[in-house]
């Protein structure tokens, strides 16, 4: 099993950035495929962003050239650097694995831009 721990979500203005970081319980480059997804009130949950093992990341249309995935160190953690944020990226924020066929969550960050 994988756990997955996310930090770095909270209140920021309309132009401000944020990082999200992902703590995993298991080495991230032994996971496929890990990365970001988020709800907001009422909506369903989205992609965001994802990295593959290799490193190739993928960006919905929404972020794209705002926000940037990454793999850090420590070896287990992948952030989500979050910049000129809007007030439509306000939602809760999930880290996504998909480790060994199956799909792990975390249990969510809030990020609230207000304008």
């Known amino acids: 099993q994988v756990q997955l721990v996310e930090s770095g979500g909270g209140l920021v203005q309309a132009g401000g950035s944020l990082r999200l970081s992902c703590s995993a319980s298991?080495?991230?480059?032994?996971?496929?495929?890990i990365g970001w997804y988020r709800q907001a009130p009422g909506k369903q949950r989205e992609l965001v962003a994802t990295?593959?093992?290799?490193?190739?990341?993928n960006y919905s249309d929404s972020v794209k050239g705002r926000f940037t995935i990454s793999k850090g160190s420590p070896r287990n953690t992948v952030f989500l650097q979050m910049n000129s944020l809007k007030p439509e990226d306000t939602a809760d924020y999930y880290c996504?694995?998909?480790?060994?066929?199956?799909?792990?969550w975390g249990v969510g960050t809030r990020v609230t831009v207000s304008s």
């Open positions: 990295i593959t093992t290799d490193g190739v990341p």
């Open positions: 996504n694995a998909y480790w060994r066929g199956t799909d792990y």
């Open positions: 298991v080495t991230i480059w032994t996971i496929n495929n």
